[in-house]
Each structure stands twice: as structure tokens, then as C-alpha cells.
């Protein structure tokens, strides 16, 4: 009787624990923070506010951050955490290379609004583009996807025809990956999320640049080099950052001199 009481305790635990995933998945996925819309961003080069109207009445903020003579826009999807406030300093690295950046907010966070799931997500990353189309050939417009966000520069990467896409410490599969480092849970039926890289990148027909670090631990290189195997092999360089982890790649020679030959 004693271990039918412990076994039925364990049950209940867990399934708690499971129902409590669920319910919270969204503030484990999206750790961002949003900002009072008269919030005002300090970013050190010239820069506007850009507002998109999406098809279910929500509203998509981004910034788009000018270099002093533009040979074309980086589009950048940043990671799961903060908001511009943090990637906006971050993305403005890129303008030494004379490109122009976008960075938009996901909803929920910074100045951007609406309910949240995968596939408003990829309409939102395509109507950022299409925006962006409007001011740029898309010959000169580059999709640059940062750790959450390269699932959404993927997939868009292999329904339009950028310039290239570039990929800093991506993931293959989002729902897999966290079903392998989490397999005590059922995570494949509770998680809303797939970004499944790996069925969209060998659609892509642009240069693919990926850059990972050996230490990374938030999502290991592992995953990176998965994704590169379900790419077109004519079309992908990677660059393995040693000792590069998930937030400083931007910190080693390797992903600097590897940056002044994807960017010129």
C-alpha cells in the first residue's frame, strides 16, 4: 500500500509538472520585456522607429539603424531574451560594414504588440522584409538570425531571395532539440514551438553563413552542425568559433575576420 501511495504521489508530481510546462512555456521560450511606447532608445548611430501593421490588428515595432554610407540592410532576428533596448546596441555592430540593420521586436516585447504564436511570428518576420523591400533591392538585403531567431531568418530565407543568410549559434530543429535535452518530459506534445530549421534551410537558395562556438552550452554546436547537414553543401560555410560561447562570439578574432569576408 505504502509504495502505491509513493507511485500515485510521483504521478500527480509530474503530472503537475507537466501541465505546468505547458501553461508556462511562454515565458520560458520568450523571456522578453516590454517598453512605455514613449520609450526613447539610445543608440549611438543615426536610427528611426519603425511601425508595421500586421493582418490581425497587432502592431510590430522595430528600429532601423543607419550606417554613414549604406551598401545595402542587414534584417536581424534577435534572441529570446530583452527587447531593441539590448539588440540594438548589439546589431549596431553591423554598420561598420556599411550595411544599414532592422531589428524587430517579437510580440510582447519592447513597443510590439499582439497575441503569439509560431506562425504569426514568420508572417511578422515576412512583413518586416516586405518593408524593407520597399527601400532596398533584395539583392542588398541580408537575414541575419541570432539563437531563437535563426528559425525565423531560416524559414523566411527560404521563401524570399536575400543576399545571404547568416546564422549565429542556431539550433536544427527548436522542438527536438528540446525534447532530446529534456527527455524525462513528453516535450514534442507539450511545446507549441517547432522553428523547424532543418525541413526549411535546404529550400534556401542564397549563401548560408553560420557561426558557432565549441563552448557554447545554451545551444551546443552539436545542433549547429545538424542544421548545416540539412543544407545545400555548395551554398554553406561554417565557421566554428573555439572556445566561443552563446553570447560573446562577437569577442573573438575568428567571427570578426570571418565577418569581413561574409560582409565585403
Known amino acids: 500500500m ?8 510521483v504521478f500527480l508530481a509530474y503530472s503537475l509538472l507537466i501541465i505546468g510546462l505547458y501553461f508556462i512555456q511562454e ?7 516590454s517598453l512605455p511606447d514613449d520609450f526613447k532608445f539610445k ?15 497587432s502592431r510590430i515595432h522595430g528600429v532601423l539603424i543607419r550606417s554613414d554610407s549604406s551598401v545595402g540592410c542587414i534584417l536581424y532576428f534577435h534572441g529570446n531574451r530583452g527587447n531593441i533596448v539590448r ?3 548589439l546589431a549596431e555592430y553591423f554598420t561598420q560594414y556599411n550595411y544599414d540593420v532592422f531589428v524587430m521586436d517579437y510580440r510582447g516585447y519592447g513597443k510590439s504588440k499582439g497575441d503569439r504564436t509560431e506562425e504569426l511570428l514568420h508572417l511578422d518576420a515576412k512583413l518586416a522584409y516586405d518593408y524593407l523591400l520597399k527601400r532596398y533591392n533584395s539583392k542588398n538585403i541580408i537575414l541575419y538570425g541570432r ?6 531568418a531560416t524559414r523566411l530565407a527560404s521563401v524570399v531571395r536575400p543576399k ?17 535535452r529534456f527527455m524525462i518530459l513528453p516535450i514534442k506534445k507539450l511545446i ?23 563552448n557554447d552550452h545554451v545551444i551546443p554546436i552539436a545542433y549547429g552542425l545538424r542544421l548545416a547537414e540539412s543544407a545545400n553543401t555548395e551554398l554553406i560555410r561554417f565557421f566554428t568559433i573555439k572556445s566561443g560561447e552563446h553570447n560573446n562570439l562577437n569577442e573573438f578574432t575568428g567571427y570578426n575576420d570571418a565577418m569581413v569576408q561574409v560582409l565585403n
Open 2 to 9: 505504502k509504495v502505491i501511495k509513493v507511485g500515485l504521489y
Open 164 to 180: 545571404s543568410l547568416i546564422l549565429e549559434t542556431p539550433y536544427h530543429n527548436f522542438r527536438d532539440m528540446m525534447n532530446e
Open 87 to 89: 539588440w540594438g546596441n
Open 147 to 152: 539563437s531563437l531567431g535563426t528559425g525565423l
Open 43 to 57: 543608440i549611438d548611430k543615426p536610427f528611426e522607429e519603425v511601425y508595421l501593421n500586421t493582418s490581425d490588428s
Open 27 to 33: 515565458k520560458i521560450i520568450f523571456q522578453g520585456s
Open 192 to 214: 507549441k514551438y517547432s522553428f523547424s530549421s532543418n525541413e526549411y534551410i535546404s529550400d534556401v537558395e542564397c549563401p548560408i553563413y553560420i557561426f558557432h562556438g565549441t
